[in-house]
């Protein structure tokens, strides 16, 4: 099974603009999380739907919500066929520390065929894909074999607060067959596989504090508890000295890894020390008794994202800082429900609270993990897809990150999802000098129009 | 003993016009730890020596060093009287966190007569009383009945790095019988005291390097190792959990206190009770059987100034940080040498270090503690001042700070050092809001009017 040849035909004669309309998209710094960007945010809003317009899409459209909108289009003339809902989001992650960067993250520049840019991976280029393969079925056939909709969110950086609403007042607009996201990685660069299990993620933020200003260190020091002392001691109490996390409870939920799944996660390409030197380190930890796809797809993780407290300038300051702040995530699996890890954290750090200062814990972020069936006819499309434009036998994989709204979709619209990424591992999303491997984009079009054309089933 | 009625009418008329000279020399930002005010530690150095021409002192030069420059002036027209060589300092810490002043803190203003403004307690206020002072003397009788000369740093909140070199330089220019400082505190609003005893210091910053980016924690979490992780676990290897330094032979160099010592602290006024509110704090901490008198000032301390890694913005960054840092004051009592103390760190630091991480130590600032013999006339000279003054009998203490140049002109120039502070211990100095009590302003310029006048011997 193949594609269309002047579908081929087109994808090479508008490469050049494909690529530049999407540099456009990656232009605008859109960083859900800074109230200073939300009208950045709403500009590139505005230009995917526009964008979508543009390819043929109709009923285009930024519908507000109660945070950054939601863009919506769809183009439904094919009776009798499933109707397939492309979730995305045009959102990025914050860009620092920015001095880590070898270019401005918003000025999106090509070097040895990737792309760089905040976003370039995750995910506007993926989105963008949908919007471009559906423009080229449409401008070369002149119609789509298939009824789409597009539903492009503004706050997947930030946890989609907002979304679940909007689905629930937009049942019938987003009333769909599949749910299409391309928001996951595949294995490597020439190893596309479908994403089948994402953790779930809560996240929290935790306060200490002691006296009520900065004290001195030479006239106070030794008397007073010092709020950084106190959060590194509660830190401390996170995790055992073999990584595992120490917070009473929170394994519970998590059921044993099966051998025919280990075999299977033990077969995905994967080379600790090729994966150590790709990171720049000298040894890889974490949970013993488990491998690193293991670790890292499979296994439930409490990291720190940020700490903070005290003098932070130039030099010196002999100061006992009198308040301290921890950033912090769970990644979730299985059964692990993020409402109950929040309490469990939340009566942890009451019980190991240190002496002479006041722990507040303020909860963030909740997405449930997720699980699907890999033998859907859904899926098996997208693994035909795959197998089409790349030429390898694709693979099938579980993903440590978390979209917080495919449970959300899954439990709301009850249609299967299909996670058909086309980001790398390695290409920097929610870090510094992040960058989407222009060998994907040119894959990913073919590998989507393969599958918008090849659908009959879900 | 008394001071001449005329110095006493003329303080009574010029009060206003020191306190607005005061309150211009607070409008200079001098912070020395940060580069982007050099100039503004320049202007501080320049409008200080204008002050010391117009008073009447002699020679008044701003002397440049590889730093931020000394002032200089001399009175050298008693002969056969003992020359007294003023240290102090125009140079103030950093304002950081902005958001706890109540004010501007570069716009004195006076409430409740007490003076707000970054560096009027520490050192601005006291070090500018000597000034005039001296200028009431002078104008009033003529003439100064000792010699008198004046060094005041400008680097003396990051650590005098280039102080020593000065005085190495201009040993003649510095050469006296007595130095007198007033940076340090007294015990209340109407109790002063002689201090006789400064804690040592030494700083250095930690640096944890993990991966050589920052890294997405839902990809990578659970098998990479969190520069914040390892940082944590580090720094709580510091105390044991009664807060005693656990770092080997830290404690080696302390002599035990003595019986007789440990009386006169306990008669210090103090209540743990009044410390502990005064402070916001629902209970005091510190190494167990040391009163809070002895634990800030006669027992040595490793404090948390400052720490950070990840993300620290608005929201939350589902970041692995790649990298992370503390900063670290010790305060040292009795013999121990703080580039030894340094040297253990470093050791304990390279001995702990977490596992997947690199670990680096970059020493900071260093002074040996001091203490002085309360026998000598020169000190009792400040006895009978503050005696005159504030009308109490005036105590003996030891101060839980570092003035680390204290040492150095110790060991330099051979001469007592009689530590006369006029700053109450609850004034903010290095924390938001640091005030100077204005009862202080006017009993500390009687005081020193007193010191000068009476001075007979060292």
């Not at 269309?4 to 035909?9: H, I, K, L, V």
């Not at 720049?280 to 670790?295: A, H, I, K, Q």
């Not at 979209?403 to 959300?408: L, N, R, T, Y």
């Amino acid at each position: 099974m193949t594609i269309d040849t002047r579908f081929e035909a087109n994808l090479q004669a508008e490469r050049q603009r494909h690529l530049e309309e999407l540099r456009q998209l990656l232009r605008i710094p859109s960083v859900s999380a800074l109230s200073a960007h939300k009208a950045d945010v709403a500009a590139a809003a505005a230009y995917l739907a526009d964008s979508l317009s543009a390819a043929g899409m109709e009923h285009a459209a930024v519908h507000t919500t109660n945070g950054h909108p939601v863009v919506y289009a769809d183009h439904l003339h094919a009776p009798g066929k499933p109707t397939v809902l492309v979730y995305g989001h045009y959102d990025v992650q914050p860009v620092d520390p920015l001095h880590l960067w070898d270019q401005d993250p918003f000025d999106p520049v090509i070097r040895h065929n990737k792309l760089y840019a905040r976003g370039a991976s995750d995910d506007k280029g993926p989105t963008f894909l949908h919007v471009k393969a559906l423009e080229t079925i449409l401008k070369t056939a002149g119609s789509l074999p298939v009824n789409v909709k597009f539903c492009i969110e503004g706050e997947e950086e930030i946890g989609s607060p907002h979304l679940e609403a909007f689905i629930l007042q937009h049942r019938d607009l987003l009333s769909a067959d599949v749910l299409l996201i391309s928001d996951t990685t595949i294995i490597g660069s020439n190893q596309p596989a479908v994403c089948y299990g994402l953790r779930g993620l809560c996240s929290l933020e935790v306060h200490v504090r002691a006296a009520k200003s900065d004290l001195h260190s030479g006239l106070f020091g030794g008397a007073v508890p010092n709020a950084l002392h106190a959060m590194v001691e509660l830190l401390a109490t996170l995790h055992d000295e073999d990584g595992r996390v120490t917070v009473a409870g929170f394994y519970d939920d998590v059921a044993p890894l099966g051998d025919e799944e280990r075999t299977a996660l033990q077969q995905l390409p994967h080379d600790d020390g090729d994966y150590r030197m790709s990171l720049g380190l000298d040894e890889l930890v974490g949970e013993p008794g488990y491998s690193t796809v293991e670790r890292v797809t499979a296994r439930p993780t409490l990291e720190l994202n940020g700490l903070y407290g005290g003098f932070q300038g130039e030099g010196s300051k002999t100061v006992i800082p009198c308040e301290a702040h921890a950033k912090i995530t769970c990644r979730l699996v299985n059964d692990q429900d993020p409402f109950k890890i929040l309490r469990l954290l939340d009566t942890h750090m009451r019980t190991h609270q240190p002496k002479g200062v006041t722990v507040t814990v303020q909860q963030g972020d909740a997405a449930k993990p997720f699980l699907s069936d890999i033998h859907r006819p859904a899926i098996q499309t997208a693994v035909a897809a795959y197998r089409f434009a790349y030429d390898v036998e694709p693979g099938f994989m579980r993903m440590g990150g978390s979209i917080p709204i495919v449970e959300a979709f899954d439990r709301l619209l009850k249609i299967p999802v299909v996670l058909m990424g086309f980001s790398l591992p390695e290409e920097n999303f929610h870090a510094p000098n992040e960058y989407f491997s222009l060998d994907n984009f040119d894959k990913g079009l073919r590998a989507l129009i393969y599958y918008y054309t090849h659908l009959e089933r879900v």
